[in-house]
């Protein structure tokens, strides 16, 4: 079991004047811009030092993914997520995804009222890896948007997954302490990620990094999605995310057909 370590920070304002957790470098809510349809886009930006990484937003069998508390925001409406593409690691027999050196998030956030500004304060929980694992924390706040779109934060947009027009057949059946899923691809990705949009019964769930095997042109990936309550549960196809990543692309899947 990796060492944990909780850590806590303070304000960005003051990450030079405090000693930052290890791994870290810096931390910040980018200015970002107004969109023509009125959203405030910014990002969450983490500098890491060489050879530490952070994770994607469903890291597989080990990791923690970032995690936003937007309480003390103010005229916040919906606020999404764009995931760049992470990259694979391997270490001590886990597999995980995520990023390394630098995770530049983009946040797009609707105001609840459009004629008023968005003043945007987020407290980040996130996990960092090298030989050892520390858990870490930030309380952000965002400057005043600049004039224009960033190119930083553009082109961490555009790593994002594309969107696949239709859905790969599935098997879900339950297991001991859960569910299990296995989607057929016709692909050749090497990695897959599995994840669930919400979570059932307002209990989060566990998913477990894919076992993939293939057979000619099928490529065959197996998740069990494990409850906090340690029984099988309902489990929509509907609800199913499925992203395969491969160095310079992924895809993204919404929903499987059973079958």
Not at 134 to 150: K, M, N, S
Not at 154 to 182: F, H, K, S
Request: with cysteine; hydrophobic share 40%.
């Amino acid at each position: 079991m990796k060492a944990l370590a909780l850590l806590l920070l303070m304000p960005c304002s003051a990450l030079a004047q405090d000693v930052p957790p290890p791994g870290l470098a810096s931390a910040e809510l980018m200015a970002g811009w107004v969109t023509p349809q009125g959203h405030r886009m910014t990002a969450l930006r983490l500098r890491l030092e060489p050879g530490w990484k952070t994770y994607w937003r469903s890291p597989g069998d080990a990791g923690v993914p970032p995690r936003f508390d937007w309480g003390q925001s103010q005229n916040l409406g919906r606020v999404d997520l764009h995931w760049p593409r992470p990259k694979a690691f391997e270490s001590g027999g886990e597999r995980t995804l995520g990023y390394h050196d630098e995770l530049v998030l983009p946040i797009e956030v609707a105001p609840q009222d459009p004629a008023r500004p968005v003043d945007l304060h987020a407290r980040v929980d996130f996990g960092l890896c090298d030989d050892i694992c520390v858990p870490a924390e930030v309380a952000l706040r965002a400057p005043p948007p600049g004039p224009g779109p960033d190119p930083v934060i553009q082109a961490a947009l555009e790593r994002m997954p594309d969107q696949a027009p239709d859905q790969p057949p599935c098997r879900i059946e339950p297991i001991a302490d859960g569910m299990r899923v296995t989607a057929r691809f016709d692909a050749t990705a090497p990695e897959v990620a599995m994840e669930l949009e919400g979570e059932p019964g307002g209990a989060p769930v566990w998913v477990s990094q894919p076992e993939l095997s293939r057979q000619g042109d099928i490529l065959t990936a197996e998740a069990d999605f494990v409850a906090e309550t340690g029984k099988p549960f309902a489990l929509d196809p509907a609800d199913l995310r499925l992203t395969l990543i491969a160095p310079d692309t992924a895809v993204e899947y919404r929903g499987c057909t059973p079958g």
